[in-house]
């Protein structure tokens, strides 16, 4: 019987069958550096057929898989299991990037066919030559995958507008876990014929099927935007220059909320500061609308109390943003440990609440940490980040922060997934009877549990 690599360099062909230690060390650790797994082999199909051959041989010989995309997730769900944790004695993991097939796009009825390891930048470069554009962005553009954004849902700082991943998915291309290949793939905007299964799949973070191809609608986007950086005393007067906003008539393409620490973080890392004025808060609002754009902008914030400075350019205004877009980044090139990392969301009224409790988190615990929370302040959104957080302490940390959100009635994902990261904490965001239904669906789907084990249930 050939080994394992040779039967997959029959599919794939051997160049892309990796197994030497040091080129499979790359694939092995996620972006956060905090999960590092084990795998025997990687290997990276260029076509949905390879894909299929891959899982049917995994199917036949009961080997786990894992899938990855651009290796941007931020929960440890696009990395296999650690060695010794893989419930099967073989684990491959399967890489999308040389999956980067784009279709022509449909002008007329608006959509793409994008393969699943096409990066997001470049579906939208591709829709942006047709005057067209992708709905979802964010940070990680230019590696996250179509593969990866529909498997946890992303939603991203155009969420407020274009709403999540999922609102995006038109039609779906997978292999499913005994190799057979689902092709939902109409472009109809109104088709109610059965289940909506790329529904179920989109967010099903690696557990369902292995997504090969994807049908995405695409926007029109504005003609004009005007980008604004507006300091803030205070949480609330985000959320009430978003209503001020909009009742003026004007169109939020985007809301989003840094704190001073998280802005001094990015300045240390050469980001320009975008108001000469420190705050507690600094808001990025990007509007678009159809009159005198700049002046309902300024009359909006001049209604708010609790401004303190603020500063407009026409968009794209890329300095604007890079404040916000790089705080990711900082972040992970400033913490001492693997930043504690947790998305989380609450209902936009207890936002203030939210982060105050939140950022009260380590001086409660008496551990020496440092929080740093931003995030898409128009959908509730908070990304809380503890950096230089002892191992020991990581638990209780994870524990606070969801009381905290459990408490407010929030959710402990609110957009990048549950992972390997929070796998232990999913009954705190579902209940038994839902829980139960899940676990149904996934053992239909794949009965011997060798998609990415370890993710979603733990
Ligand atoms: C700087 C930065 C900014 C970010 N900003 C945001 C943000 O604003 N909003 C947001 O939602 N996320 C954000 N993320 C998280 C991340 O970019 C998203 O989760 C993204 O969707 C992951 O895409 P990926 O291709 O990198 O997937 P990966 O990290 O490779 O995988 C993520 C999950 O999807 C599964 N998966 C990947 N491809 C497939 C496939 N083809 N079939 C089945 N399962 C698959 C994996 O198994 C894993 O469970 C950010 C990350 C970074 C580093």
């Known amino acids: 019987m050939p080994s394992l690599p040779d039967r997959l360099a029959g599919i794939v062909g051997a160049p892309h069958v990796l197994t030497d230690a040091g080129t499979l060390a790359g694939y092995l650790t996620d972006w956060t550096g905090r999960w590092t797994g084990a795998a025997d082999a990687v290997v990276r199909p260029r076509t949905t057929d390879e894909v299929a051959a891959v899982v049917t041989l995994c199917a036949a010989e009961g080997i786990s898989l ?11 769900g696009s990395i296999p299991p650690a060695a010794g944790d893989a419930p099967t004695r073989l684990t491959i993991l399967l890489s999308t990037a040389r999956m980067t097939g784009l279709d022509d796009v449909d002008v007329i009825g608006r959509s793409v066919g994008a393969q699943a390891g096409a990066t997001l930048d470049a579906v ?14 964010l940070a990680a553009r230019e590696s996250a995958t179509a593969g990866g954004v529909v498997a946890t849902n992303a939603g991203g700082i155009r969420m407020i507008r274009h709403g999540n991943t999922r609102s995006q998915v038109l039609g779906i291309e997978a292999v499913l876990a005994d190799g057979r290949i689902l092709r939902r793939w109409s472009p109809l905007i109104k088709d109610n014929v059965g289940y909506d299964l790329p529904g179920l799949l989109t967010g099903s973070e690696g557990t369902l099927a292995v997504i090969t ?11 004009a935007t005007t980008v604004a950086v507006v300091a803030l005393d205070r949480v609330a007067a985000a959320t009430e220059l978003i209503a001020a906003a909009s009742r003026r008539g004007l169109v939020v393409e985007a809301a989003e909320i840094m704190t001073e620490a998280g802005v001094d973080l990015v300045h240390a890392h050469g980001a320009r500061r975008p108001v000469a004025q420190p705050a507690p808060f600094e808001f990025v609002f990007e509007v678009s609308g159809a009159g005198a754009v700049d002046e309902e902008l300024l009359a909006a914030i001049e209604g708010i109390d609790g401004v303190l400075d603020a500063v407009a350019e026409p968009g794209p205004a890329q300095a604007l943003w890079a404040a916000r877009e790089n705080h990711t980044e900082a972040i992970a090139r400033s913490t001492t440990t ?10 936009i009224r207890a936002l203030p609440e939210a982060f105050d409790r939140l950022h009260a ?22 990304h809380a980040n503890y950096l230089d957080v002892p191992a020991a302490d990581v638990h209780r940390v994870t524990e606070a922060v969801f009381a905290v959100v459990t408490d407010l009635g929030g959710s402990i994902s609110a957009e990048h997934g549950i992972g390997r990261a929070k796998a232990a904490w999913i009954r705190l965001g579902r209940s038994d009877v839902d829980i139960d239904l899940m676990r149904t669906l996934k053992t239909a789907l794949d009965p011997h549990g060798l998609l990415n084990p370890g993710v979603l249930f733990g």
Request: overall charge negative.
């Open 361 to 382: 988190v380590p001086g409660d615990l008496g551990v020496e940490c440092r929080p740093i929370l931003f995030g898409h302040v128009g959908d509730g959104n908070i």
């Open 338 to 347: 693997p930043v504690v990392k947790l998305d989380v969301s609450v209902p």
């Open 66 to 76: 894992c899938v990855q995309g651009g290796n941007t997730g931020l929960v440890g």
């Open 213 to 223: 191809k994807v049908l995405f609608s695409l926007v029109t986007p504005p003609e």
């Open 124 to 137: 939208d470069r591709h829709a942006a030559a047709h005057g067209l554009r992708f709905g979802v962005d």
